[in-house]
């Protein structure tokens, strides 16, 4: 979570509460640590069944995501946002508040520090994020790959900061 750019105390907090819910789960025992390997097990029935019921990306689905976003400017479905993610996803609504209430949480954290572009929505400009970058997030590349960017980004700050101090001798 700090490496995604989440504050301290939000990282601590969601970090507990997702090895506390999927640790069990894909373990098959009570225990805090996640097998990444068993994740398909931590699906619930309010996701946007991208990925099937065994953990496999279903094409169709993720098609029909972007199919159901609104166009934009120039009639192009490439980007979704938040409330159009959140509206395919009320039509798998399950009957489990709880599943109901994570995908709702775990959308907002995921526009939060995946967005990449903007969209007209209501007469405002939303963050959205591209057809190319949630398909990268489905292959399971993209939250490294944000990772090694801000690491990447924040070495570039302190080395342009170095540059600017002047030398201990002046």
């Not at 990306?57 to 400017?73: I, K, Q, Y």
């Amino acid at each position: 979570m700090r490496a995604l750019g989440v504050g301290r105390i939000w990282s601590a907090i969601l970090s507990t509460i997702i090895h506390a819910a999927l640790g069990p789960i894909t373990q098959r025992r009570a225990a805090f640590g996640v097998v990444v390997a068993e994740i398909a097990r931590g699906k619930h029935p309010s996701d946007t069944g991208v990925f099937d019921a065994e953990g496999r990306f279903v094409e169709e689905r993720f098609d029909a995501l972007f199919a159901s976003a609104s166009p934009g400017p120039d009639g192009a479905r490439d980007r979704l946002t938040r409330k159009e993610m959140r509206a395919f996803q009320n039509a798998n609504r399950s009957r489990s508040r709880a599943g109901d209430f994570f995908s709702f949480a775990e959308i907002k954290l995921f526009f939060c520090v995946a967005s990449d572009t903007w969209k007209q929505e209501d007469g405002a400009s939303v963050p959205a994020i591209s057809r190319r970058r949630l398909r990268a997030f489905y292959r399971g590349t993209l939250l490294p790959a944000l990772a090694r960017h801000r690491r990447l980004r924040a070495r570039g700050r302190r080395f342009r900061a170095e540059l600017n101090e002047p030398s201990r001798g002046e």
